[in-house]
């Protein structure tokens, strides 16, 4: 979305994104997980789309893992069921969470 301002050239903060401000213009633009490209010569604004990193990933699996009720998916057969072909990542994933042992050394 593009807002324009002619009168107004002190940067404004907008809740959700991020104000820029030239002598002329203003452009909202929006906060998103992509990089914002503009193109200096162009009206066209892209998004240039980068993969989460791993510590990213674990911790949105962590907000959806406390949000899943394990009780009512015990019960649900539909609900099981869409966990099956999960099943394998499932373990692997629980072994991973699991500490690492420290094997004694002996002298």
Excluded: C, W
Excluded at 24 to 37: D, K, R, S, T, W
Excluded at 41 to 57: A, R, V
Excluded at 70 to 93: M, N
């Amino acid at each position: 979305m593009t807002t324009i301002k002619t009168n107004h050239p002190k940067p404004q903060q907008t809740r959700g994104s991020n104000l820029l401000i030239n002598q002329v213009e203003a452009f909202e633009i929006p906060v998103n997980y992509g990089q914002l490209v503009i193109h200096p010569n162009s009206t066209d604004i892209e998004y240039e789309e980068f993969k989460p990193s791993q510590e990213e990933l674990i911790q949105k699996l962590n907000i959806i893992i406390n949000q899943i009720d394990i009780e009512k998916v015990f019960v649900d057969d539909a609900l099981r069921s869409k966990l099956e072909p999960l099943q394998h990542e499932l373990e692997t994933l629980s072994d991973l969470a699991k500490p690492i042992k420290s094997k004694p050394k002996y002298l």
